[in-house]
């Protein structure tokens, strides 16, 4: 047989078999069949490069890295869905759509809403392409990676343009995998499975997407009617024949009755599934009657997202620990029997101060309500009295620090250890100063300067810089291979160039948080200007008052924190401001206060909110009648709604991108 009808004969087996094991779940051939097949098809393209392709079976592995994502326009917009959070907003919506089609009941398609990240299919005389949601107008070509998902098809039986959308997602057994990969490595935690997910997608090394374990579900054929479909509910059987997967859990309602049957039954069961869902999408079943609904500006008026209440689930508070924060602060925090709540397992939860405790009643030995703030951060709502027996600890608060054993002083409603040479307050500065927001220091996390301290590697923040000294004594403990020592080094090499306002941020002066590490840097340029400052000139910039004025002046006049500054400079870091002030006063954000809303697929809130910050712009969380801007990414809600009511100039991602370059 020739190669390339070879070729091609193994491709369509490989991807039966994909077809079968990661979208039936029912194999029909064993993996070392599937592995031969698989190394025949590498020989093959390796003696004749020319049979190899970019959707080939054998590119599933990744290792396209890239410089950037290239945008993509959507053929028809990407649009978000408006939100239902009640029995109420439903029978609202069904109304509506009933006032405008007539009868008294409507077919609905309801269909879990994947908590995962919204992508667009399109294949093109059988060439695919795969991009973000991005704006819902312009999104990012993420091909290389979407690939890697086996249980997508690279190829399908069809003719002519063909689009599907739907939702790439982490299962909850690939983000423990995980999670217990990045805890190994002393790195943070993805906080759930959709962050963990856009994260893997977005990464410019397709090597990484592959390894992440990801999978996908597909919600809507977009172009269904240039094939004579006429229903929603026919356009996923016909996915289903091409071998996309989709969620066989969504049902076809007769009335929204049925639709709210099924929501109350999904609420249950909601937790049992192996993927996180974070609400139900409600469709109108016959797409005929769409354009007859219409749309707005930002939604379709034929479907609905009813949208989960924060889930709650019960467990044991086994014990309350104290934890020293960098600025000696003491907070307790409760560790309870491992739980799963929105899409993670929690195991800790923080109870802030001594009057929190003391305000929900909570004792050791509780079975307690805990729910994820935001669906990220997990807190304590309260004790279920009903499950008490008697034996339940009564709660005390500690009287002197659990590391050092200093005694302990309150100030407001907070307990602080005042010993300065206290080792938790140390760790803690030096992963602070470590940390994303301030030096950056990849690969130097939480559990990896816990390990080196207590090896005596380090003693304080000047001490990370002479690390390479400690190389080989690195090398062999365990888990440390010459790789990631290096790679680390190299990083703590890396961050001596940073501006000064993440050194400033990076060292923890009590009041100086990263915005106003910013403005200091701005106005004094350098670290030798701002240590000179005194408090009636500080007082003179917009947002510091006295007691930052204080804390600043009091700060640089300790002789140890001028010892570190020079340290610091001895071993080569950066004291300069290195932002660009020349920039901002010719900036169209020059002097305006901006809201971001919604999501910007090309880059995150802190990226954007620097970027705007550097133009001159006051970045603020919430509208009013002193906004001057809006920047409006997906999924914009009540924010960009008071904006329009008020008039407020309002940015889409695109706009926002133009004006910044």
């Not at 294949?123 to 973000?132: G, M, P, S, V």
């Not at 009643?361 to 079975?367: P, V």
């Not at 010719?586 to 697929?601: A, I, M, R």
């Not at 603020?620 to 100039?649: F, H, N, P, R």
Request: charged residues 30%; contains cysteine; negative net charge.
């Amino acid at each position: 047989m020739e190669p390339r009808e070879r070729a091609k004969q193994i491709t369509e087996l490989l991807e039966k078999y994909n077809y079968e094991y990661y979208v039936l779940d029912n194999p029909s051939v064993s993996d070392a069949e599937y592995d031969r097949l698989m190394q025949e098809l590498i020989m093959l393209e390796t003696e004749h490069p020319e049979l190899k392709s970019p959707l080939s079976p054998t590119q599933r592995v990744g290792g396209m890295v890239q410089d950037s994502f290239k945008k993509i326009t959507h053929q028809r917009s990407m649009l978000s869905l408006a939100n239902a959070f009640n029995e109420e907003d439903l029978r609202a919506f069904d109304k509506r759509v009933r006032d405008i089609i007539g009868g008294d009941k409507v077919t609905y398609m309801a269909e879990m809403k994947i908590d995962g990240l919204g992508m667009s299919l399109v294949y093109n005389k059988n060439l695919l392409y795969a991009a973000t949601r991005g704006d819902g107008v312009e999104g990012e070509d993420v091909t290389s990676n979407v690939i890697t998902i086996k249980s997508i098809p690279s190829h399908i039986d069809c003719d002519g343009d063909f689009e599907i959308r739907g939702e790439v997602f982490m299962p909850k057994k690939s983000l423990e995998k995980l999670n217990k990969i990045q805890e190994e490595k002393g790195e943070k935690l993805f906080a759930n499975a959709r962050n963990a997910a856009a994260g893997s997608i977005r990464n410019l090394d397709s090597s990484i997407a592959a390894s992440r374990g990801l999978d996908a579900f597909w919600y809507y054929f977009v172009n269904a009617k240039d094939f004579g479909i006429r229903y929603h509910s026919e356009a996923l059987a016909f996915a289903d024949k091409l071998g996309f997967k989709t969620n066989p859990e969504r049902r076809l309602c007769d009335g929204i009755d049925e639709v709210i049957k099924y929501i109350e039954e999904y609420t249950e069961k909601r937790s049992s599934l192996p993927y996180d869902i974070d609400g139900i999408v409600i469709k109108v079943d016959d797409m005929n009657l769409y354009d007859k609904l219409g749309y707005t500006a930002k939604t379709p008026r034929w479907a609905i997202a009813y949208k989960f209440p924060p889930e709650e689930v019960i467990t044991k508070l086994t014990d309350i620990i104290f934890t020293v924060g960098r600025t000696g602060k003491i907070t307790p925090n409760a560790v309870l029997e491992p739980v799963r709540v929105a899409g993670s397992v929690v195991q800790r939860a923080t109870l802030h101060n001594e009057d929190f405790v003391t305000e929900k009643g909570l004792m050791i030995g509780d079975y307690v309500i805990i729910r994820k703030a935001g669906d990220v951060i997990p807190e304590v709502v309260g004790p279920v009295l009903s499950r008490r027996s008697g034996l339940e600890q009564p709660f005390h608060m500690i009287t002197n620090c659990p590391v050092c054993g200093s005694p302990l002083i309150r100030k407001d409603a907070m307990h602080f250890c005042l010993n300065p040479h206290c080792d938790a307050r140390k760790v803690e500065s030096i992963i602070h100063f470590a940390s994303k927001d301030a030096m950056d220091i990849e690969g130097l996390g939480e559990k990896v300067v816990e390990q080196f301290f207590a090896q005596e590697f380090f003693h304080n923040i000047a001490e990370v810089y002479s690390l390479m000294n400690h190389r080989d004594e690195i090398i062999n403990m365990d888990g440390w291979k010459e790789k990631s020592i290096d790679n680390l080094l190299e990083a703590i090499e890396k961050s001596k160039d940073n501006s000064l306002e993440r050194v400033l941020f990076g060292l923890g002066i009590k009041e100086v948080g990263e915005k106003m590490a910013k403005t200091l840097s701005k106005i004094y340029h350098n670290i030798d200007n701002l240590m000179n400052a005194t408090e009636e000139e500080l007082l003179e910039i917009p947002d510091v008052g006295p007691v930052l004025a204080k804390s600043l002046v009091n700060w640089f006049a300790n002789e140890k924190n001028r010892e570190l500054i020079q340290s610091l400079k001895d071993v080569g870091l950066n004291f300069e401001y290195r932002g660009s002030t020349t920039k901002a006063a010719n900036s169209y954000f020059s002097g305006k206060t901006v809201v971001l809303t919604g999501t910007l697929s090309s880059m995150g809130r802190k990226e954007a909110t620097a970027k705007l910050e550097d133009l001159g712009a006051k970045v603020t969380g919430s509208v009013s009648k002193a906004t001057d801007v809006v920047v409006a990414g997906v999924e914009a809600g009540s924010k960009l709604d008071k904006a329009q009511a008020l008039g407020i100039t309002v940015l889409n991602e695109a706009e926002f991108l133009e004006l910044i370059k």
